[in-house]
């Protein structure tokens, strides 16, 4: 990398710093630090734990801010002291500066369209094969493969909480959490119908085939958010629960699922030891849901729009797959678009997610 071409990027991320620095308000952020810190060291402070361990995540989540800032202000005067060394041989490593600290600057950016406030949370994901049996139950399981990949290319926490494995292929139905600081924030973007369009691997006469599945994104709220279920409403039945395969994973009936019969929202849970714990489990995933499904009544009722389109069939498809008769991966809302599927549903999701972000930002 020639030492202007270095000067011309250093010019880039100087605006784009500058542009983060006023975003996160740094003295705000660093004065806001030392207040919750005189906070934490009063006597009594833990006397109301809630209250104790919602003050002291914000402190910590405030402190990842300012330290991601501090290291971006480091990765800047280090591709900065090269130019003023002035030493060719240092303009060789420039090129791997600056990749780096572009990735850092856009990982930045996208970060900061997270402000509102469930984005911070936990994601609870759950996956339905639309009409088409196999086809579809196929389907659903290679987009349960694609969001465990990306949470493990994204070093995310991954937890299985109910998995009902279809009788030929694929599975019925899937639900999982995605643990990480502003996991329902990136992937709330991916609630929608996904098609799939490809050759059968099961039709004997290779014929082309249209899939549809379903992706549900919920915040997984936290014991802070006071909401009351009454137990009448609630019909829980238990089963025998089986994992990954189809092997039980034992002999007693530990499995449950929970029907909120006001709503009809439904919610199983089998990957637990015991009933019990698959039982509180099921309670706080159907908490989360409830939560969720009146903060968008309420959201609809502000901007008097309807009910969020939920037809998991042709025409609703948030994004195509397409593997057949030519290779491309599109989403319909951002017109973002890929030619290479298999690293898509390899976990690779983050064009579609940043691009989603922001269209999203300019769009509510």
């Known amino acids: 990398m020639e030492k202007y071409e270095i000067i011309k990027w250093l010019e880039i991320f100087d605006k784009r710093i500058k542009d983060i620095k006023e975003v996160l308000n740094i003295d705000q952020i660093s004065s806001q630090i030392k207040l919750y810190e005189e906070q934490m060291l009063e006597e009594g402070f ?16 405030l402190k990842d801010s300012l330290n991601n800032y501090n290291q971006l202000i480091k990765e800047y005067e280090d591709l900065a002291m090269i130019v003023e060394l002035n030493d060719v041989t240092l303009f060789l490593e420039a090129e791997d500066l600056v990749t780096n600290l572009d990735k850092h600057l856009e990982k930045t950016e996208i970060e900061l369209l997270l402000d509102e406030d469930y984005d911070h949370m936990n994601a609870i994901v759950e996956l339905h094969p639309g009409a088409g049996g196999t086809e579809s139950q196929d389907w659903a399981l ?4 694609m969001y465990k990949r990306y949470a493990e290319r ?44 490809r050759i059968s691997p099961f039709d004997a006469n290779s014929r082309r085939h249209t899939s549809f599945a379903a992706c549900n994104v ?3 709220i936290n014991d802070n958010i006071d909401l009351k279920i009454n137990q009448e409403d609630l019909k829980i039945d238990t089963y025998r629960s089986s994992g990954a395969g189809g092997q039980h994973v034992n002999t007693t009936d530990s ?12 919610v199983s849970c089998q990957n637990e030891r015991s009933q ?36 998991n069939a042709f025409g609703s498809q948030i994004r195509s797959y397409i593997l057949h008769p030519y290779a491309m991966v599109k989403d319909h809302r951002t017109g973002i678009e890929s030619s290479n599927p298999n690293d898509v549903l390899d976990g690779n999701l983050d064009e579609f997610i940043h691009a989603y972000l922001k269209w999203y930002k300019n769009n509510r």
Do not use: C
Not at 142 to 145: A, K, N, Q, V
Not at 154 to 178: C, M, R, W
Not at 278 to 303: F, G, P, T, V
């Open 142 to 145: 290679m987009l349960f493969r």
């Open 46 to 61: 833990w006397d109301n734990a809630k209250e104790a361990s919602n003050l002291t995540q914000k402190n910590n989540n």
């Open 154 to 197: 994204n070093h995310f926490d991954f937890e299985l909480i109910d998995y009902l494995e279809a009788n030929d292929a694929g599975i019925k139905s899937v639900t999982f959490l995605i643990k990480g600081l502003n996991t329902y924030g990136i992937l709330k973007g991916e609630k929608g119908v996904h098609r799939l369009v």
């Open 218 to 220: 919920v915040p997984e």
């Open 255 to 266: 499995a449950v699922r929970i029907t909120h019969l006001p709503t009809g929202i439904v």
């Open 276 to 311: 019990l714990q698959n039982r509180e489990r099921a309670l706080h995933i159907l908490k989360s849901k409830l939560y969720q499904k009146l903060q968008e009544e309420q959201d609809r009722l502000k901007k008097n729009i309807g009910a969020p389109l939920t037809d």
